[in-house]
Nanobody
Framework: QVKLVESGGGLVQAGGSLRLSCAASGSTLDAHAMGWFRQAPGNEREGVSCINRSDGSTNYADSVKGRFTISRDNARNTVYLQMNSLKPEDTAVYYC?????????????????????WGQGTQVTVSS
């Protein structure tokens, strides 16, 4: 099972940017579809974005479309989430997830139960 470690979270003012990284070990990332999820206090974990393992297809939640970009560097075994124009409502713990069987495309509905491996999360706080 792949081990995932997120980094890059922090405190940023509204309108600012952050780039989250998810480094994998124990398996190669190119064998997995990757996802980013987030969870704010009192809320369920919600899907933010995913990227397919083979053709690089991506999917974004409506709330982040046009502001967030997911990418992967298989040579570095790392997935990124570039977050621009951040809003206070983006404040949450962000989790990286991987699954060897998940298929991500524009029609995907991101559900946490579809991903087998998870990182420990990184806190993102956006101040107004």
């Amino acid at each position: 099972q792949v081990k995932l470690v997120e980094s890059g979270g922090g405190l940023v003012q509204a309108g600012g940017s952050l780039r989250l990284s998810c480094a994998a070990s124990g398996s190669t990332l190119d064998a997995h579809a990757m996802g980013w999820f987030r969870q704010a206090p009192g809320n369920e974990r919600e899907g933010v974005s995913c990227i397919n393992r083979s053709d690089g297809s991506t999917n974004y939640a409506d709330s982040v479309k046009g502001r967030f970009t997911i990418s992967r560097d298989n040579a570095r075994n790392t997935v990124y989430l570039q977050m621009n124009s951040l809003k206070p409502e983006d404040t949450a713990v962000y989790y990286c997830a991987a699954d060897p069987d998940y298929y991500c495309d524009s029609e995907s509905i991101l559900v946490a139960q579809d991903f087998r491996s998870w990182g420990q999360g990184t806190q993102v706080t956006v101040s107004s």
